[in-house]
């Protein structure tokens, strides 16, 4: 069984679609990062595990999550729960982990609208990618918020950041571990209706998300 982790705040519209799409084999942890709209309802009505987080932050939803997640040596997913991913994907990206190619697989957004992925989202995220590849040698030019990657290996990177920094943290400390990371094209599609991106929804969002990025980067 592969467990899932979706980091959540406030994305009960998007869960009913999301939880129905989980292939086969793939197990939902919700880690609900204080949400106001009834998510955990949604996610236990539908079969997901809920796991509550008083911190507030990405990266300590996704750490707990990861927590939480079956201690044997498996494969986790991690991925946006706002309804912008396709779960039927995961299995393109657990592949490669499971048959021993890469540590660590993320996607690469690939917008299937122009309003999916909104310009100032888009231009922050390939500025660090940029950076991220000139100084780790990583080929990626997105910054994971799908990926998959065993459990063991992800903790035992010993990851500090639990707010938006975390995934590039992530990708940071795996360069520096030597891993064998693949980036691989998934579809990106507009949030569901309702739902509102932490990150790309707003040029604040952005710039707050950016503002955590920088200071990771700095350490």
């Known amino acids: 069984m592969t467990d899932v982790v979706l980091p959540c705040l406030n994305e009960a519209p998007a869960l009913p679609w999301l939880l129905s799409r989980l292939p086969p084999g793939y197990r939902a942890i919700v880690a609900d990062n204080g949400s106001t709209d009834g998510s955990a309802d949604v996610a236990r009505a539908h079969g997901a595990r809920v796991v509550s987080i008083s911190q507030p932050g990405y990266g300590a939803a996704v750490h707990a999550g990861l927590m939480a997640a079956d201690p044997a040596d498996g494969v986790v997913c991690v991925l946006d729960a706002d309804g912008s991913f396709d779960p039927a994907d995961l299995p393109r990206l657990t592949g490669p982990v499971h048959a021993g190619e890469a540590e660590l ?35 990626v030019h997105d910054i994971g918020p799908i990926r998959a990657a065993r459990r063991s290996d992800l903790l035992a990177l010993g990851l500090r950041d639990r ?15 030597g891993w064998r990371v693949i980036e691989i094209d998934v579809a990106y599609h507009p949030r569901a209706a309702g739902t509102r991106s932490k990150v790309s929804g707003s040029l604040r969002g952005t710039v707050r998300a950016i503002h955590d990025m920088r200071a990771v980067l700095a350490r």
Request: aromatic share 6%; charged share 20%.
């Open 105 to 139: 697989v993320v996607g690469r957004r690939r917008p299937v609208t122009r309003g999916a992925w909104p310009v100032h989202a888009r231009v922050g995220n390939a500025v660090l990618s940029h950076r991220l590849r000139r100084t780790t040698g990583l080929p």
């Open 163 to 177: 707010r938006f920094g975390y995934p590039l943290e992530l990708l940071i400390a795996a360069g520096r571990a």
